[in-house]
Structure formats: structure tokens, C-alpha cells
């Protein structure tokens, strides 16, 4: 057997296995060398479960649109299944409401009940043996999503919400009496109790204060609510926090690609020992009794390493994501090439157009860069690309394979090419570099306030713009002297120049336009988006966004919303481009997580109708032996 989709979360049973549930809403159960064991059958709805509890004989989860699902975990036959309508209080309802999309990972078992946020934001607390309904209620976060709980501590339980908040308090009461802001406007992932030390581990987001968007990490809280401790050493978002079996090691990690291991056997918050880095994003942690670790990325690459950073099993499963794409017109006809950025490296294909149906497209080479995944692309006028790679690397390829690669070090977030294709920039978190697109030789670096920067576009006249991951922003003239300062008012993910004045931002909070001359925000298009902007495209007078929250939302170009599709994207969408139809009646393609690209036509009033989807796969890379261990001064 095999577990052909992206795995989301893991949990290790009493036994030793490890159960793990995918982007499809299926459930699978895992021995400790990864092999599976077993499968539930296919879900009735192909939302994924992000909040998964194991209790007792039961698997019990909630997927992003609220319904809750339970499993017996002897056969993950699923026994039961409840609508997220279904199990709310009406009388808290808008006219008309309907369930929000929310990646929540919050869902408790507690004196025989489980406790989790239906799609309406309020608690739902059901019996875990018959699954019926026993109350719904406020909501300690109101209005915000509930992110997690911990109910280790009898007489103090933890929740903590999507804009960084911890309640402390009593679950059977609901009542919370002391609440902690402990992130600047973001997700506490993870809370876990310390019984060596009798406090909560909380992670962070985006981080407080001076340092928010800069650097984030762990905060330890008494239970009466006091901050005890904080720690920061990292440059994204953390994800997951473990504690060993006998309480003397922490373990948290991210979005940075490392693990980092905290020596716990005194109250002194101290980071020991680096694991890493892996080749994506950790998005989760199971820890075993042996001292070895489950390591889940994003990408759905599943690990068990010692703790020397050797392997010791993998899941059998080979990720594939289309990241980016460009677009490029060739010989006499001027046909059109894409080439996408993929988990291994770049696949170019060729979209035909058919007089009845989608179009359709034919891979014509695939180039497996070695790089880790590659996160963007740009081509050039003679056929050649650029992309930049997880492993801190750019690289010029063509026909011939890679022509020059620039190890820029760390992690490298953005890509452009300038309008002569004489530069290339990269924003990364050690700084912003131009290469010549010829050779990749360093021409300049260029440093924000220290800080990691997360995007960058040239300019038509030479200029170049960069931006931090706290969005301060600058723009350098050809000379690179500071020609403008502005703010974005979050973190951005893409930029590119939209017109000869406008320059166009993706990311945190939506979809953001800038006057060039100015920095002044023009247009800013949010509604309804439930996560980050992670690109757009503009079209005929329309505009189409894409979110982490596999959203797809259309706005015309004058800021008015006009809807969004929800469910039509088969998981976390990256990449859009616009395949012109014969008949005028163009196409949105959208690719993304598991190599998918679904295509829409647009008809005239800008509404996208999904027609077709298709999947490019390309060559995947082997798994590493080991993982670099990195010891910290002590």
C-alpha cells in the first residue's frame, strides 16, 4: 500500500505507530519504519484534517470547513460523521452565514468529551462515545479561530488563536480569565506542558514588539499567566513543538527548515544542538520512545532520523509542487513554452489550444536542477531561465542543463530579471544580491536594516525594489541610491511593476498596490480572503487571487469583489498564468502542491468556471542518508 497524497499531520499511538491524516481527508496508519499499514476508505469530502486527536479506540479529527469526522482506530473504518452546520448554535449565526475555511489544528479530548471549533467559530464540545452533540458555545477567541488546546495541566487548560493570543482558564467552564498577547497579529501553533518546570512552551509566528517580522521563537508562561522566558532564533513562521517523554528535551521547528533541540533539565531556556537543514519547511514532529523523531515537511516528505541526523525510515511517497511559472515565446511562430518551477526543478510544457474544450498542455523536458525545490523562475529572450533553489542557490539553466549557479546561502525567497536581462536579484534572509544574468558573478548586496527580505522586483528604467519580511520597503535607483521608503503593512510573498507608476504586492492581508513615485497605497483587494495573498494576476479588468487557504477570488480591477470559489483547488495553489483561447474566451491556469494545474475559463463577467485538470509530474530526488547536526556555544 501506498499514500499517494500529501501528508498533513502525524501522531504517534501508545503502540509505536503513527498515524497520519492527507490532503484529501483520508486517515492512514503507519508502522515506525513507515510502512502502511492501512487506510480509511476515501472520505466523503476531500477537505483535509489539520486538527487530528487520538483517543481511545477512536481517531477523531476536524477538517478546514468544520465537520468532524471519527475513525476506529483498530480498522479506520470512519464511524461517524457530523456537518459543521450541523453542530452549531443558529441563534449565533449571521443571516445566511456560511462555514469559514480555517486550517485549525485545535481539537481536545477532555473527561470523555471532544472540544474543537466548528466552521462558525464557536466550541462544540460532543461525547466521545456516542458523538452526539452535548453543547455549543462562545468561543474564548470570539470571533477568531481557535489554532490550538492543551489540557496537560488538570486545573489549567490552554488555547491559543490565529492573531496570537493565549487564553488560560477552564475548557468545562469556558471560562478564561486571563488572556496573553504573545504574537504580533498571528498563529500560536503549538502549546505543550512542562512538567519539569510546571509552565507552557508557546511558539510563535511572526514574534512581538521590536522584533515582530524580524525574528520569532518559543515563550514560556507560568500558569497564572506570567511570562517566564523568551527565545528568539527564527526568520519564518514555527510550526510544531514536541517535549520529550522525561521532560529534558524541547523541540520546535518551521518554516526555517531545521529542527532546534532545547536542553530542558534546567529552567534556563538553552537551544543545544541544530537539526537540519531538511529539504522544506518541518511542518510537524512526532517524537518516539527510542529518542528518534518523526519529521513531517510541507511537502509531504516523511522522515525518521536518529539523533545523530541519520534516516532510520521513509515513508514511501515522492512530493511534487509547481511553484512558479513564466512564460516564453520561441522561433518563427512564436510559440508559446512555460516553464515551471517544481519540487525538483524546472518542467517546461507546451499548452495547446482545441477548438472544443480546455486546452491542454504537453510537457516537452523536465531538468532536475539539484538544488531542492524551486521556488521562482523567470526566463529569458533566448530561451534560457533563471530560478532560485531551497538550497540557497540561483542557477542560469538552458538546453545543455545548468549553465552557472551562485550559492547566495540560506533561504532564498524572490527572483527578477531586469528589462536589459543583464541582472538578476534575489531577496533572501541574509540580505538582496544582483548577479550578471551572463556569468551569475555578484554585482552588489544590498542590506535592509539587517533584516531577511522577502521580495524584490526591477523596475523598467533600472530601478530595483526589495522588501523585508516585515514589509519595509525601499526603492534604489539605477545608481542604487534610496530613491523611496514606504511600508507594505504586512509580509509580502511576490512584486512585480503592474504599470509605468504601480507596482503590485502579494502576501500577508491580501493583495496590495503602491504608487511608485509615492509609496502610497492605491488599492488593496482583502475581501473574503482568509489567508495569505499568495499571488494574482490581472485580466480583461479583472483580478484573480489565490490563497493558502486554496481559495480562488475575483475582484475587478477597481476593488470591487465579485466572489470566491472554494473546494475547486486540489491543495495549497502557487502558480497562475492566462492561456489565450482561439475562440477570445481565455483560460486561468492554476498550479500548485501535488503538481496540479486546473484550468478555468473566464467567461465575460470574470467568473472562472473549472473545465479541467492535469497533473506534471517530473523526476523526484532521493532522500538524504542523513541531516547536518549543528551543536550551539554553550
Not at 234 to 258: Q, W
Request: glycine share 10%.
Amino acid at each position: 500500500m501506498l499514500v499517494t497524497e500529501r501528508i498533513c499531520r502525524i501522531l504517534r499511538t501508545p503502540g509505536g505507530d503513527v498515524v497520519a491524516s492527507d490532503a484529501v481527508g483520508r486517515i492512514h496508519l503507519l508502522d515506525p519504519d513507515l510502512n502502511v499499514l492501512r487506510s480509511s476508505p476515501v472520505n466523503r469530502s476531500t477537505t483535509p484534517f489539520y486538527a487530528v486527536l487520538l483517543a481511545g479506540d477512536w481517531v477523531v479529527g476536524r477538517d478546514k470547513l468544520g465537520n468532524i469526522a471519527r475513525w476506529d482506530v483498530r480498522t479506520l473504518e470512519m464511524t461517524h460523521w457530523i456537518e459543521t452546520r450541523s453542530a452549531s448554535d443558529e441563534a449565533g449565526l449571521w443571516e445566511d452565514e456560511e462555514p469559514s475555511l480555517t486550517i485549525s489544528r485545535g481539537i481536545v479530548e477532555l473527561d470523555g468529551n471532544i472540544y474543537a471549533n466548528n466552521g462558525f467559530m464557536q466550541v462544540v464540545v460532543l461525547d466521545l462515545e456516542s458523538f452526539s452533540v452535548v453543547d455549543v458555545r462562545s468561543s474564548p477567541s470570539g470571533d477568531v479561530p481557535i489554532e490550538w488546546m492543551c489540557v496537560d495541566l488538570p486545573d489549567v487548560h490552554a488555547v491559543t488563536d490565529k492573531q496570537g493570543n493565549l487564553y488560560l482558564g477552564d475548557l468545562r467552564t469556558n471560562s478564561f480569565p486571563t488572556t496573553l498577547s504573545l504574537d504580533e497579529d498571528a498563529n500560536l501553533h503549538r502549546v505543550r506542558y512542562d512538567r519539569l518546570h510546571h509552565r507552557f512552551w508557546v511558539i510563535q509566528d511572526e514574534g512581538s514588539g521590536e522584533t515582530a517580522l524580524i525574528s520569532n521563537g518559543v515563550v514560556t508562561v507560568t500558569p497564572d499567566g506570567r511570562v517566564d522566558q523568551e527565545e528568539r532564533f527564527a526568520l519564518d513562521d514555527i510550526e510544531c513543538l514536541e517535549i520529550s517523554g522525561d521532560g529534558t528535551r524541547v523541540y520546535a521547528a518551521g518554516f526555517d527548515g531545521v529542527i532546534e533541540e532545547f536542553d530542558n533539565s534546567g529552567p534556563e531556556l538553552r537551544r543545544t544542538r541544530c537539526i537540519g537543514p531538511f529539504s522544506h519547511q518541518v511542518s510537524d514532529l512526532a517524537l518516539a520512545d527510542d529518542g528518534s523523531i518523526y519529521v513531517l515537511c510541507q511537502n509531504g516528505v516523511l522522515t525518521r532520523i536518529d539523533g545523530a541526523g541519520r534516516v532510520l525510515a521513509q515513508l514511501d511517497f515522492t512530493p511534487h509542487c509547481l511553484w512558479d511559472v513564466d512564460r516564453i515565446t520561441t522561433g518563427p511562430d512564436q510559440h508559446a513554452v512555460l516553464h515551471f518551477a517544481s519540487d525538483h526543478g524546472v518542467v517546461s510544457a507546451v499548452p495547446t489550444s482545441c477548438k472544443v474544450g480546455p486546452p491542454t498542455l504537453s510537457v516537452v523536458s523536465t531538468l532536475q536542477t539539484g538544488l531542492g525545490f524551486s521556488r521562482r523562475v523567470r526566463t529569458f529572450s533566448d530561451g534560457d531561465g533563471v530560478v532560485i533553489g531551497r538550497s540557497g542557490t540561483v542557477a542560469r539553466y538552458g538546453d545543455g542543463g545548468i549553465r552557472w549557479a551562485h550559492p547566495v546561502g540560506g533561504i532564498v525567497h524572490d527572483l527578477s530579471v531586469s528589462a536589459d536581462e543583464a541582472r538578476v536579484a534575489i531577496a533572501a534572509n541574509c540580505g538582496a544580491f544582483e548577479l550578471r544574468a551572463a556569468d551569475g558573478g555578484q554585482l552588489a548586496r544590498h542590506d535592509i536594516d539587517g533584516s531577511p527580505v522577502w521580495a524584490c522586483s526591477y523596475l523598467d528604467g533600472g530601478d530595483l525594489v526589495l522588501s523585508t519580511r516585515a514589509g519595509r520597503s525601499v526603492v534604489l535607483t539605477p545608481d542604487r541610491q534610496v530613491r523611496l521608503r514606504f511600508e507594505i503593512g504586512d509580509f509580502p510573498k511576490r512584486m512585480w511593476q503592474h504599470s509605468e507608476r504601480t507596482l503590485t504586492v502579494t502576501g500577508g492581508g491580501g493583495i496590495r498596490q503602491f504608487d511608485l513615485t509615492t509609496g502610497e497605497l492605491i488599492a488593496h483587494f482583502r475581501e473574503s480572503l482568509s489567508n495569505t495573498a499568495e499571488n494574482a494576476i490581472f485580466h480583461h479588468g479583472f483580478v484573480y487571487v489565490v490563497t493558502y487557504d486554496s481559495q480562488l477570488a475575483v475582484f475587478r480591477e477597481e476593488g470591487e469583489f465579485l466572489g470566491v470559489l472554494e473546494g475547486v483547488l486540489p491543495d495549497f495553489p502557487k502558480a497562475l498564468t492566462i492561456l489565450p483561447h482561439p475562440s477570445g474566451v481565455d483560460h486561468l491556469v492554476v498550479g500548485g502542491r501535488g503538481g496540479y494545474l486546473s484550468t478555468f475559463r473566464l467567461s465575460e463577467d470574470g467568473t472562472p468556471v473549472p473545465t479541467s485538470t492535469t497533473w506534471l509530474r517530473d523526476v523526484g530526488a532521493s532522500v538524504p542518508t542523513s541531516y547536518p547536526v549543528r551543536r550551539h556555544a554553550s
